[in-house]
């Protein structure tokens, strides 16, 4: 670099300048010295002398350079030449959205709640006092049915491909602590959550739990373990399990919901003794697929079966019994008949049932479970509820309000939240996939709420949005043809891979297992007839099972 001026501090700016603008990368250079010597006052004054460098060492002091410019700039030309890239985004963001208001929570009589003084005591302060067990045994006795509000994990990983940021759910923290002191638990950890703070949000998710932990002091934290996969989606050696489950405790989860994909009881076996070491409560998990009034369509998946199941589970010495609807597939009349049936050979157990609203017969479901004899329902805030995401708190609150299955929570406090996750979601907007309403479909293709909402995006991207009807008929055909598989995360991604690899290479269900033996099938697909994810029940298709592997 040469520079000129027709004195000498117009030729030092100039080089300082032209320096400045530099961008070098891939080698050392000695441009940040450069820059300090032109800084250096005795080298603007043009009183150096031999040693000057040599005595003054401050010109050593390497300076970091962000390169903010250039990196902004080639981030707005790509952004102009090539749209938004963000992994998940469907559409652009909107604009002219300002931050969500604080809502102002009112108590029975009208008064305004400070939200800033510690909140009300709850179930959290019986579980810290008298333990897991006796705490499981509260639950049952319980007059009314409890809630587990899902807002804060399994709602926006069903409806805003789980992008919801710590800073959203840290603001509306004290207020929920306040509004929903009744409630049972809040689901906040755990599944997508973890993988997706780190990969896509650059998060903590440890980070997570601690704030909101320190927020939210009174009501139990719920997180989803997925036995011996914890929260990936792979089989991990025993003593991380194990770990996991400790520092999960240590950091402020209070009750584990363990489930494996498959009701592989072996699988869950893990995950269900390392939440007892790690002093958890253990809500062992049935995932429930199939239709128990008609079993001539799925028969493996029996009343019988489910049972059986249970029994095995609670021989286990669990504290509460957990019901996975994954797809919302559970219909009034099946809900009154597996948890009456439950209800009746185990009288003590806590039931706690999960769903989705798919089909949109969420509420119709839930109010037949708490019918039937369950303690605890999983719903979500009325704007974050619906379609996959789970059933809408505020409707099951008022169905019930003055029953005996009275819930104990506010209406006017969940609408005080609710206003804050209107605003909240259309912040996210541009990661929601356009599910605008129900789906009876759901009840032929089986496809679980959350995989539901990143199959038909996955779909898109691949150009296969047209035909998503396609696809969705081919999940159908590609979970008969692996046996009729319980369907949730790992499994159905199983089922995803596989339906989209038919759709992609137009190949009808007889073709694949005509051909199982010549086609490249997904790792996914390769790995679950291997038996990485386990036993599915009634076992493998063993001839397909045979040509894939």
């Given at each position: 670099?040469?520079?000129?001026g027709?004195?000498?501090?117009?030729?030092?700016?100039?080089?300082?300048?032209?320096?400045?603008?530099?961008?070098?990368?891939?080698?050392?250079?000695?441009?940040?010295?450069l820059?300090?010597?032109?800084?250096?006052?005795?080298?603007?004054?043009?009183?150096?002398?031999t040693t000057?460098?040599d005595?003054?060492?401050?010109?050593?002091?390497?300076?970091?350079?962000?390169?903010?410019?250039?990196?902004l700039?080639?981030?707005?030309?790509?952004?102009?030449?090539?749209?938004?890239?963000i992994?998940?985004?469907?559409?652009?963001?909107?604009?002219?959205?300002?931050?969500?208001?604080?809502?102002?929570?009112?108590?029975?009589?009208?008064?305004?709640?400070?939200?800033?003084?510690?909140?009300?005591?709850?179930?959290?302060?019986?579980?810290?006092?008298?333990?897991?067990?006796?705490f499981?045994?509260?639950?049952?006795?319980h007059?009314?049915?409890?809630?587990?509000?899902?807002?804060?994990?399994?709602?926006?990983?069903?409806?805003?491909?789980?992008?919801?940021?710590?800073?959203?759910?840290?603001?509306?923290?004290?207020?929920?602590?306040?509004?929903?002191?009744?409630?049972?638990?809040?689901?906040?950890?755990?599944?997508?959550?973890?993988?997706?703070?780190?990969?896509?949000?650059?998060?903590?998710?440890?980070?997570?739990?601690?704030?909101?932990?320190?927020?939210?002091?009174?009501?139990?934290?719920?997180?989803?373990?997925?036995?011996?996969?914890?929260?990936?989606?792979t089989?991990?050696?025993?003593?991380?399990?194990?770990?996991?489950?400790?520092?999960?405790?240590?950091?402020?989860?209070?009750?584990?919901?363990?489930?494996?994909?498959?009701?592989?009881?072996?699988?869950?076996?893990?995950?269900?003794?390392?939440?007892?070491?790690?002093?958890?409560?253990?809500e062992?998990?049935?995932?429930?697929?199939?239709?128990?009034?008609?079993?001539?369509?799925?028969?493996?998946?029996?009343?019988?079966y489910?049972?059986?199941?249970?029994?095995?589970?609670?021989?286990l010495?669990?504290?509460?019994?957990?019901?996975?609807?994954?797809?919302?597939?559970?219909?009034?009349?099946?809900a009154?008949?597996?948890?009456?049936?439950?209800?009746?050979?185990?009288?003590?157990?806590?039931?706690?049932?999960?769903?989705?609203?798919?089909?949109?017969?969420?509420?119709?479901a839930?109010?037949?479970?708490a019918?039937?004899?369950?303690?605890?329902?999983?719903?979500?805030?009325?704007?974050?509820?619906?379609?996959?995401?789970?059933?809408?708190?505020?409707?099951?609150?008022?169905?019930?309000?003055?029953?005996?299955?009275?819930?104990?929570?506010?209406?006017?406090?969940?609408?005080?939240?609710?206003?804050?996750w209107?605003?909240?979601?259309?912040?996210?907007?541009?990661?929601?996939?356009?599910?605008?309403?129900?789906?009876?479909?759901?009840?032929?293709?089986?496809?679980?709420g959350?995989?539901?909402?990143?199959?038909?995006?996955?779909?898109?991207s691949?150009g296969?949005?047209?035909?998503?009807?396609?696809?969705?008929?081919?999940?159908?055909?590609a979970?008969?043809?692996?046996?009729?598989?319980?369907?949730?995360?790992?499994?159905?991604?199983?089922?995803?891979?596989?339906?989209?690899?038919?759709?992609?290479?137009?190949?009808?269900?007889?073709?694949?297992?005509?051909?199982?033996?010549?086609?490249?099938?997904?790792k996914?697909?390769?790995?679950?007839?291997?038996?990485?994810?386990?036993?599915?029940?009634?076992?493998?298709?063993?001839?397909?099972?045979?040509?894939?592997?």
């Amino acid at each position: 670099l040469t520079c000129s001026g027709a004195t000498f501090e117009k030729a030092r700016r100039r080089t300082l300048a032209s320096l400045v603008e530099f961008r070098i990368s891939g080698v050392k250079t000695n441009m940040w010295f450069l820059q300090r010597l032109l800084s250096d006052q005795t080298f603007i004054s043009g009183d150096c002398w031999t040693t000057y460098i040599d005595d003054t060492p401050q010109l050593f002091t390497a300076t970091k350079f962000r390169n903010r410019a250039a990196k902004l700039l080639t981030y707005l030309g790509d952004l102009a030449v090539n749209g938004c890239r963000i992994q998940g985004q469907v559409t652009a963001p909107l604009h002219g959205l300002q931050e969500p208001a604080i809502p102002v929570l009112a108590d029975a009589q009208g008064n305004k709640v400070d939200v800033t003084t510690a909140p009300p005591p709850g179930w959290r302060d019986i579980l810290m006092r008298d333990g897991p067990a006796a705490f499981a045994q509260a639950v049952r006795r319980h007059k009314g049915v409890l809630i587990m509000d899902t807002t804060w994990r399994d709602a926006h990983q069903s409806l805003l491909a789980t992008r919801l940021r710590t800073h959203d759910m840290e603001r509306i923290a004290p207020t929920t602590a306040h509004a929903l002191s009744n409630a049972f638990a809040l689901e906040m950890w755990g599944g997508a959550t973890f993988d997706v703070a780190m990969r896509f949000l650059h998060e903590d998710p440890w980070d997570r739990l601690d704030r909101l932990r320190r927020l939210v002091p009174n009501i139990p934290f719920q997180m989803l373990l997925r036995g011996a996969n914890a929260v990936g989606y792979t089989s991990y050696p025993d003593n991380v399990v194990y770990e996991f489950c400790k520092q999960a405790r240590d950091h402020g989860v209070d009750v584990f919901r363990v489930f494996d994909s498959l009701n592989y009881v072996e699988n869950l076996k893990l995950g269900i003794d390392a939440v007892r070491k790690a002093n958890g409560v253990i809500e062992a998990t049935v995932c429930y697929t199939g239709d128990v009034t008609d079993p001539s369509r799925h028969p493996k998946y029996t009343l019988e079966y489910y049972l059986d199941l249970v029994d095995e589970l609670v021989a286990l010495d669990i504290h509460i019994l957990g019901i996975k609807d994954m797809a919302g597939l559970l219909k009034p009349r099946a809900a009154r008949l597996l948890v009456g049936a439950i209800r009746e050979r185990h009288p003590n157990l806590p039931i706690h049932i999960h769903t989705h609203d798919t089909a949109g017969a969420g509420v119709a479901a839930m109010i037949a479970c708490a019918e039937a004899g369950a303690d605890i329902i999983d719903l979500a805030i009325d704007s974050m509820s619906g379609v996959t995401s789970q059933p809408c708190m505020g409707a099951f609150v008022a169905a019930v309000e003055g029953s005996d299955y009275d819930t104990g929570i506010s209406a006017n406090a969940i609408q005080s939240l609710n206003g804050y996750w209107e605003q909240t979601r259309l912040l996210y907007a541009s990661f929601d996939p356009g599910v605008k309403a129900s789906d009876t479909s759901v009840y032929l293709h089986e496809m679980p709420g959350g995989q539901y909402t990143n199959l038909l995006f996955q779909a898109q991207s691949l150009g296969l949005g047209t035909r998503w009807n396609d696809v969705k008929s081919a999940y159908a055909e590609a979970n008969r043809i692996c046996g009729d598989l319980v369907k949730v995360t790992p499994s159905s991604k199983v089922v995803g891979d596989f339906a989209q690899f038919m759709v992609s290479n137009h190949l009808t269900a007889d073709e694949v297992v005509e051909r199982a033996a010549t086609l490249s099938f997904p790792k996914s697909v390769v790995e679950f007839f291997q038996g990485y994810l386990g036993q599915p029940v009634g076992g493998f298709p063993e001839k397909l099972r045979a040509d894939i592997i």
